[in-house]
């Protein structure tokens, strides 16, 4: 049974850094795409940043000018998302998510199985 257990939750003021871990179980993180989404109060759950390390391939979405940083440790079995330059806009339930089954976007909430129960981050102005 696959398992993802986000953790790093917090609250910073805007400006500030929060690092987000998944831990995952039942399944390899190098097997295949592992992803981060948010999803604010009202709004759709959106990708954020993807990576497979087997294809040395990292994506991000469009808001996320650099600010944030996916990496993973395969030793650990562990996905991060280190964030730099929060904005209040940033704060939303942040998800991990792994098994990618899609053949299309790697950024879509469709192509994965697995999910994370979420960890809010919230970001005061």
């Known amino acids: 049974q696959v398992q993802l257990v986000e953790s790093g939750v917090g609250s910073v003021q805007a400006g500030g850094s929060l690092t987000l871990s998944c831990s995952v179980s039942?399944?390899?993180?190098?097997?295949?795409?592992m992803a981060w989404f948010r999803q604010a109060p009202g709004k759709e759950r959106e990708g954020v940043a993807a990576?497979?390390?087997?294809?040395?391939?990292?994506y991000y979405a469009d808001f996320v000018q650099g600010r944030f940083t996916i990496s993973q440790d395969n030793a650990k079995n562990t996905v991060y998302l280190q964030m730099n330059s929060l904005k209040p806009e940033d704060t939303a339930m942040y998800y991990c998510?792994?098994?990618?089954?899609?053949?299309?976007?790697?950024?879509?909430?469709?192509?994965?199985?697995?999910w994370g129960q979420g960890a809010r981050v919230t970001v005061s102005s």
């Open positions: 998510a792994a098994a990618f089954v899609g053949r299309s976007s790697v950024l879509s909430q469709k192509n994965y199985k697995s």
């Open positions: 039942g399944y390899s993180i190098m097997s295949n795409w």
């Open positions: 990576t497979y390390t087997y294809v040395s391939a990292t």
